[in-house]
């Protein structure tokens, strides 16, 4: 199981992979670019991306999937080239693409595209994330038609449980998914109702840990492909401001998503791409 780094975003990348590592998870997520400026990346070249490196050897984690990469009418080899090859140093099997960039569709495939194919010369999987607050890829119908329009042999779908919820979305529509398309899927929990000016902050800083609320993410989990590793998403701003420590909310973050696990039938203790390889 993975954990993704807007879980605890402020830590240092090497105290991530130690806490992650603590808490019982196979895999981390960093971020290698970033639409916010409030959110820290880890730049190749740098003697914290060594030190990430060496943390990551020691504790025998690996990197599942590196994010968050945006698609702008400007964006090309020269904003992504450096991400892409920070994703190849740190082994990554997947970026994650989340557009929150103002563009139509038309540019968003060409851009799309035009990322698979410079990832793919790396052996990157390029896994698009649909979310109610992007412009154009506001549903998973969209993000399906994207990857159609793509024709992209390395393009992918991220399911993060929240936003299936949010845009309207279930689990009797991702049933009906090609299970081969899913690249990257995102644990977390949610009520079912919430008022659409809160969305933004909740995806961002108050997920609740999975089983919490009432999102159905048994029959989310047993929709995944078994050699995908699930990663938890659930930054807790709250729990924070009131004295949990990063290892608390990590290690609740691992136990809650393993109970859900174990009653879809998914393995709970083990790395599923470490299983199926």
Known sequence: MGLDPLTLVDLRPPDFVDIAADAGFSEVGFFVTSQSSAISILELGTALFDETLERLAARKLTVGTVTSFDLKSGSGVATWGAPLRAATALGARTINVAILSDIDEELAVLKFRELCRDAGERGLIVSLEFLAFSPVVRSLGD????????????????????????????AAQ????????????????????????????????HRLYAGEGEIPLVEIMRLVPPHLVV?????RRRDRE?????????????????????????????????ASA
């Open 231 to 235: 990663a938890a998403e659930i930054p």
């Open 143 to 170: 993000a399906l038609r994207i990857l159609e329009k793509t024709n992209a042999t390395n393009a992918r779908l991220t399911v993060d449980c929240l936003h299936l919820i949010r845009t309207g979305g279930s």
């Open 174 to 205: 991702l049933a009906r998914v090609d299970p081969t398309l899913i690249g990257h899927v995102q644990i977390c929990d949610g009520l079912l109702e919430l008022s659409p000016d809160l969305w933004l902050a909740e995806a961002g800083e």
């Open 242 to 274: 009131r004295g949990a420590t990063p290892a608390m909310i990590a290690r609740e973050c691992w136990e809650s998503s393993q109970r859900i696990f174990c009653a879809g039938n998914r393995s709970p203790l083990r790395s599923d791409y470490e």
